[in-house]
């Protein structure tokens, strides 16, 4: 399959470009995640979002979307219309997505 080059990929409206991170195979405490844990962990992925439209249109006015480049974000891989969702990329894995399906902004954990 033929992909885009998503570095010159600029989305409009709400849509976000997100570069998702690998599933992790040894939690941060050092703890090994088994093969059983892959499934569940593979529907909730972070991404690192590489670019963002400028927010969509309520009423006229334009809504800006709520994170920017640089920002890590939880979404939810297999719960996402086919339509919200487009992979740009494979290695490494980059998809297009709406801002609606980005569920929280995730912070590096300190020790």
């Known amino acids: 399959m033929d992909y885009m080059d998503y570095k010159d990929f600029t989305p409009i409206r709400d849509y976000v470009v997100l570069e998702v991170e690998p599933d992790p195979e040894v939690s941060k405490g050092g703890i090994f995640l088994p093969k059983v844990s892959e499934e569940v962990l593979s529907r909730w992925r972070v991404g690192l979002v590489k670019a963002v439209g400028p927010g969509s249109l309520v009423n006229g006015q334009r809504q800006p979307v709520e994170f920017?480049?640089?920002?890590?974000?939880?979404?939810?891989?297999?719960?996402?219309?086919?339509?919200?969702?487009?992979?740009?990329?494979?290695?490494?894995?980059?998809?297009?997505?709406?801002?609606?399906?980005?569920?929280?902004?995730?912070e590096e954990a300190t020790a």
Do not use: I, W, Y
């Not at 801002?99 to 902004?105: I, P, S, Y």
């Open 68 to 106: 920017q480049v640089g920002d890590r974000v939880l979404f939810n891989m297999h719960h996402v219309d086919t339509k919200t969702l487009k992979v740009l990329s494979e290695n490494p894995l980059v998809v297009v997505t709406l801002e609606e399906n980005c569920v929280a902004t995730v």
